[in-house]
């Protein structure tokens, strides 16, 4: 009975421990919300939680696909065994 409590245990706090792909948004009135004719996006990334490198900010996604005016954004997270290697990018729609 212990071991499988304790399983269960490390099962849930490892939960994404091996991988990751999440995509989510960052809106919170997502039944009105009109994504635009244009798509920006901006990454950063980290290998082994020591070095980090991009510019995962809203305004290098818009600026990378040329939008003024943001409508709508979504973070999507992509991670390999935890803090071995993980790459978080910002998507933004606009005009």
Not at 16 to 44: I, M, W, Y
Not at 66 to 91: R, W
């Amino acid at each position: 009975m212990i071991r499988w409590f304790l399983l269960t245990c490390v099962l849930t706090l490892c939960s994404g421990c091996v991988f990751v792909d999440v995509k989510t948004p960052l809106d919170t009135d997502l039944n009105r919300t009109q994504l635009g004719s244009k798509e920006g996006r901006a990454h950063s990334q980290v290998i082994l939680g020591l070095i980090a490198w991009g510019d995962a900010g809203t305004q290098a996604a818009a600026a990378q696909g040329g939008i003024t005016t943001i409508n709508h954004a979504d973070m999507e997270v992509f991670s390999i065994l935890g803090p071995l290697y993980s790459k978080q990018t910002l998507v933004v729609y606009g005009d």
